[in-house]
């Protein structure tokens, strides 16, 4: 039985983040989402707080009972290792997450080698998106559809509508 | 007719920026520069407030009659939209600009098919070349000729200096 | 009145090409297709013949008014300019057309101030997507529907099943 | 049960190949070693003949029960999908790699959606590694211990040197 | 006598700088480590003050006579003049680096063609290592040995276990 | 005393090869210039024989009294070692050059850990030179004032015109 972890801050979740988690179900037995509880990106701090975060994963991944959700705020190796799992999922959009995770993905085999990073590259419809953008655009009251879970336009929907 | 958007922050223009816009005369019939009104990348705000980044511009390109300045707060696409121009036009200088101009364009293409994205590459004499630069340059007392308009060169020596 | 030319060796044409050649219409009052008569990329070869590789171009551009097709075997710069156009316009597919078209871009640069080349990014769904591939895919008798115009499936049908 | 195909042309097979191949039996029950007879890469055929590929991976990989090699002359897609496998694996060294790697699992997405390619990173150590630096380094005689298995360079040296 | 400047913010000092002020004694006959005072990168300020900074510099390169360690607050050619070098020397240690140094040489190359930037890659054992990485991990209670100078394992452990 | 080596086919040497000879010699005392005997990049082989080659260099670094040009047909570190050298140095026009001199560097570092490899950044100005340009240029009849020595310029319109 093979256990993967999926990590990040998915602030909020997108349709991305989803093509790659329900795709690594083809490959995993069992996978962990982690939602990471602090996040160096952004001085202002999330959008949504971490119970947001998870509460929105847990809806969207609701038909896939092979997936669970859980807050991690240690270092990722140290989670995964936790959970029982040995690996970890990333999804890549493009050459700059590339070099990043590249570079996360050297570190982490440095910190433990029996923790292995996995790659999946992300579907090309969905290169362009990440939960910035998907935040911009909420902001200006752009359509969403299609981009995030509904339960999550309808988060972003109430925040900057209504 | 063919009208194009060349957006950004232009915090302050730089020499690059104009080497673009006078570029893309040679294109389009008619050209918006659009200055956007808030910028994500800073978290301290803009060395140069909205009314003077418009201000270095229109003095700047004066020389050039189909170019005009106007500020937007909106989604780049519907600003586009609006000003009836069916293209956006960047300058790319390297790598990184790349990556991330090509997301930005990618993203903007699903919001409005009918806006199309166009890159022009800055002159190699440029490449090296950002507002940034700029700044740090002003700061420390370096000489910005032929780095930025005389406008803004004079702007920067009164704020750093005087 | 603004021209551009659209250079390659297209051998064959793809969906991609087409995608390009098309969106290029909405900014360009003409365009002409200059099919590359010398291929330098491969020692073999082209698969299609220069009349082939152009016929193919006629007949996918049928459509089109404003597009007309061309060989040429001199410099690029000189091409254009003989064409009576002001701008080159290139797709790119990911980073290492990138690279390769920014020194092929700032060399014409450096050859002829007066030849703007100007860059549209591939849509999503034809990142993928190269003249090889295609002859890849046709040589193991894959399915092409969809990556290519009619009128080249046809033909890499007869060329390798028949 | 996974069971995933790593594919490569292997000639000669090094050791970054054997720790992409020793990592990946981490996360999947069974492994195919596909071997390409074609390739494109080198105008002048590969340096060992099929056979010869084929037999080094059975040597080095002999210790690893739960991986076979097999050759494939067939689109990648179909060679996965006749091995009863459901997803591609393949060693990233670096940039280049990358944007190549991208373009084929992109195509591979668009020729079958129930096939995955996933990513595992070079270890730092064989970044530097391709079958084409071991060939250089064995036609002028440099010492290639860690570098491939010992099967692979004692078949080098009685190439090159005796 | 040839004399060049390695500059940066050095919070902290790790084993990948180490190994780059290292190597470049082989090549110039004096070095100085130059310690930028104020850190744009980071909105929160550095986590070890100026003096800090330094005197880990110190400790770790007391072994190699020909490094000298000295602050600046002024533009980077500046600097290097000011010290009678002629050199700036830059670690690489991958992609994101390149295209960031390549402006800022390029940059400084336009501001002082006296002033030659060179480059040295990482040792692939350090590819993966950044003073921020070594904060997370120090954050987080993680093993620190070997990837900085013991003096500096001893004042992270310091500052966030005691 | 410091003694580096550039290795490169030289096919012909380019003004871009001249200003990375002429910079390094602000840094090395003494400079090596290396031609490859045997070219992997060509299936077509070189376009000016070896002693051609060498002489072009011989002439265009006459005024450069530390420079000396010597042929090589081994392992570059091989060669470096043999001129009592301890450093090679490359001259990067952009990213692809870099991927691939990274592999070189590492390899390099690799197989003789004495050997240390710098790197130099192109000018703005030569970013877009390659001798491949150059050739294709000087088939076509184009102008190649500035891009290449006098002593290549007289040589490839004898080839091409005479």
Redo the contacts between chains.
């Keep these: 039985m ?1 256990k993967a972890v999926i990590p990040g801050t998915f602030d909020p979740v997108t349709s991305g983040h989803m093509d790659v988690i329900e ?1 690594a179900t ?3 037995d069992e996978l962990v989402v982690g939602v990471a509880v602090s996040e ?1 990106k952004n ?2 701090g999330p959008l949504f707080d971490l119970n947001e975060r998870i509460e929105f994963l847990r809806v969207a991944t609701a038909h896939v009972p092979q997936v669970s959700v859980a807050p991690f705020s ?2 990722l190796v ?1 989670f995964v290792r936790e959970q029982g799992a ?2 970890i999922v990333k999804g ?5 997450d ?3 995770e ?6 982490n ?3 433990d080698r029996r923790v ?6 992300s ?3 969905y ?4 939960s ?2 998907v935040k ?2 909420a902001v ?1 009251g ?2 969403l559809t299609g ?1 995030v879970p509904p339960v999550v336009q309808a988060a972003l929907r109430k925040r900057f509508i209504a």
């Design positions: 093979t795709r083809a490959i995993f160096m001085e202002r240690k270092l140290d040995t690996a890549l959009r493009a050459m700059t590339f070099e990043h590249f570079q996360m993905a050297a570190l085999w440095r910190l292995e990073t996995m790659f999946i590259m579907a090309p419809d290169m362009y998106l990440s910035s953008a911009e655009i200006h752009g359509d981009l």
